[in-house]
């Protein structure tokens, strides 16, 4: 299973960015898929979650702000953020949870990982 993300760039504060993960191999329509997020010198954070039938859950900084969504016919997993903050300046990681291992916003859950998108928020 391989996971390649993309979408990332930079954008100032107040703008959108709508990041994508395309999974190829594997049954992608099973998986639960998440996002997560880490900046330099901090720990990697959950940031949205979508499982295989599409119940979502959200960090509580990206509640109202971000959308995570997925098209299994394209197997991708999306993240729509809109008012962004230069504080949500982060590679941004997705993930794939074939294990459903119930907890969704633990790395820990996740088995496969893509390669991560930069994000650049400017004040």
């Known amino acids: 299973v391989q996971l390649q993300a993309s979408g990332g760039g930079l954008v100032q504060a107040g703008g959108s960015l709508r990041l994508s993960c395309t999974v190829s191999g594997g049954v992608f329509s099973a998986y639960n898929m998440g996002w997560f997020r880490q900046a330099p010198g901090k720990e990697r954070n959950f940031v949205a979650a979508v499982s295989w039938s599409r119940r979502t859950t959200y960090a509580d900084g990206a509640k109202g702000r971000f959308t995570i969504s997925r098209d299994n016919a394209k197997n991708t997993v999306y993240l729509q953020m809109s008012s962004l903050k230069p504080e949500d300046t982060a590679v941004y990681y997705c993930?794939?949870?074939?294990?459903?291992?119930?907890?969704?916003?633990?790395?820990?859950?996740?088995?496969?990982w893509g390669q991560g998108t930069q994000v650049t928020v400017s004040s």
């Open positions: 993930a794939a949870d074939s294990r459903h291992g119930g907890d969704w916003y633990n790395a820990v859950s996740y088995n496969y």
